[in-house]
């Protein structure tokens, strides 16, 4: 499975991005699809999830009410909409897929064995 992530940047606190990951090569063996985002000296830590069939969604809450994932499976995209965004939303955010991943682990980042290249968003004050 290959990820491409992308749509990151700078924007103001307040302001609103949206992020996408397409993916390609036996996508079809991922239940899952997530995000991660990860802070300069801090660890990954779980954005959201979106179960590929179905489209259950999931959220950290540190961030809920203000993201939105979603995915187009017709296109192998996955999406993730984040508005009211806070300079302590400044992160490298990271796509990631695994056909392992399971509904009691896809707040794991060592759950994933596939992972996009990151995309950073920058938000300022």
């Known amino acids: 499975v290959q990820l491409q992530a992308s749509g990151g940047g700078l924007v103001q606190a307040g302001g609103s991005l949206r992020l996408s990951c397409v993916a390609s090569?036996?996508?079809?063996?991922?239940?899952?699809m997530a995000w991660f985002r990860q802070a300069p000296g801090k660890e990954r830590e779980f954005v959201a999830a979106?179960?590929?069939?179905?489209?259950?969604?999931y959220y950290a809450e540190s961030m809920k009410g203000r993201i939105a994932i979603s995915r187009n499976n017709a296109e192998n995209t996955v999406y993730l909409q984040m508005n009211s965004l806070r300079p302590e939303d400044t992160a490298v955010y990271y796509c990631?897929?695994?056909?392992?991943?399971?509904?009691?682990?896809?707040?794991?980042?060592?759950?994933?064995?596939?992972w996009g290249q990151g995309t950073l968003v920058t938000v300022s004050s």
């Open positions: 979106v179960k590929v069939s179905g489209g259950h969604t």
């Open positions: 990631a897929a695994d056909p392992s991943v399971i509904l009691s682990n896809i707040r794991s980042h060592s759950a994933y064995g596939y």
């Open positions: 090569g036996g996508t079809y063996r991922n239940r899952y």
